[in-house]
Structures are given as C-alpha cells and as structure tokens.
C-alpha cells in the first residue's frame, strides 16, 4: 500500500510550474525529504531533461520505494538515506535541490545544518528550491498559517514556520543568494537561490 498525501497531489502542478523555469538547466536535482514519493514521482516524468534524487531518512523509505517502484523512471533514484545533521551527506555534488515542506517540520538546528549542507554540496550556478509556509518580518501571511503553526507546535515546540528573514541570513552564510520569492496556493511560497559562480 502506497502512502498518500492530499497535498502533495493539490501542490504538484503549482511547484511544477515554478520548477520548469528554475530547473530548465539543471542535470542532477537532490530532493532533500522526499516524503510519500509523491513529488518525486511526479517532476522526475514531468522533467525528463533531469536525474531526481530522492532522499529522506530510512523509516520513509518504504514508501518511497513503493511510488518508484511503480513509477519505473530511468531518470529518478534513491532513495537515498540523508539525515540533514549528519556531517557527510549521500550526494557530493548537484546542480539544484528541492525541499517542500521541510523547514517547519524540522527543529530550528536541523535547519541550520540543511542550508549549511546544501552550500556544501551545491555547484556553482546551481539553484535551492524551498516549498513551504513563510513568515515575513515575524507575521504570519493569513489565519490559516498561524492556525497552522499553533498546531505544529501543539506536536513538536521545536517545529514551527521559519521566518524568511532568519532562512535568507542562513542561506547568505552557505554562500547562497536569494533570486526569487513565487506566491504559492495555500498561502505556500517557493523561495529560490542561487550559489553564484
């Protein structure tokens, strides 16, 4: 049985969109927390020009698995066992990396160690793609996020929406700079980096 997440199926088409115009160069794309497999499935077909890199801890692998099994993509692998706070990670070079829904399920030091990590394994030219729910200058962008973060905290107080402020310094420090902010449905955004070169 296949995991299934209803707003990774809502969100696909959206992302995709944003993606095409990020992505059009890029060769070989880390997804970091690939979730269901959902994603991964889903933009490796639509991108056929790219290698999609899944990733995510083990327990989730399962399920990953279940979707590339099926899907039977030549240009999609993994899934590879990638904890962001672990020193070394499974890929040591790629063009782009793509993460949703990430950030604010993570503690805030495994935040840090993931953008620290990404300027590690980032070629130069390469882009970050993040897919999420974002706070400006500290406010909540709409009811439903602070609703959202409320219940986020409720199940982990280390969780929690980022601020894209704190997020842009992080970035700023892997050597990372900030090209792009797209409005997402859902009161998501995709924020976008470049490490230049």
């Known amino acids: 049985m296949k995991p299934f997440s209803e707003s990774c199926e ?4 959206p992302i995709l969109e944003v993606l ?7 060769r070989r794309v880390l997804e970091i927390g690939s979730g269901t497999g959902q994603h991964a499935v889903f933009f490796a077909a639509q991108l ?6 899944a990733s995510d801890v083990p327990a989730n692998h399962p399920g990953i698995d279940a979707w590339m099994g099926e899907a039977g993509l030549a240009n999609l692998s993994g899934p590879l066992a990638l904890d962001v706070n672990q ?17 604010h399920i993570m503690d805030w030091p495994s935040v ?7 300027g590690r394994v980032l070629e130069a030219g390469g882009v970050f793609c993040l897919y999420g729910p974002f706070n400006y200058e500290g406010r909540y962008t709409s009811d439903s ?8 905290k409720a199940r982990d107080p280390a969780s929690g929406i980022r601020d894209f402020e704190t997020l842009a310094a992080l970035a700023e420090d892997a050597g990372l700079t900030f090209i792009a902010d797209h409005a997402m449905p859902a009161n998501n955004r995709i924020l976008v980096w470049r490490k230049p070169g």
């Open 112 to 118: 840090q160690n993931m953008f620290a990590g990404i």
């Open 20 to 26: 095409q115009q990020h992505l059009a160069s890029a």
């Open 10 to 13: 809502q969100n696909k088409q």
């Open 145 to 152: 996020n602070a609703r959202f973060d409320a219940w986020l």
């Open 48 to 53: 056929p020009h790219l290698h999609w890199l």
């Open 87 to 103: 020193p070394d990670w499974p890929v040591v070079d790629c063009d782009a990396v793509f993460s949703a829904n990430s950030a």
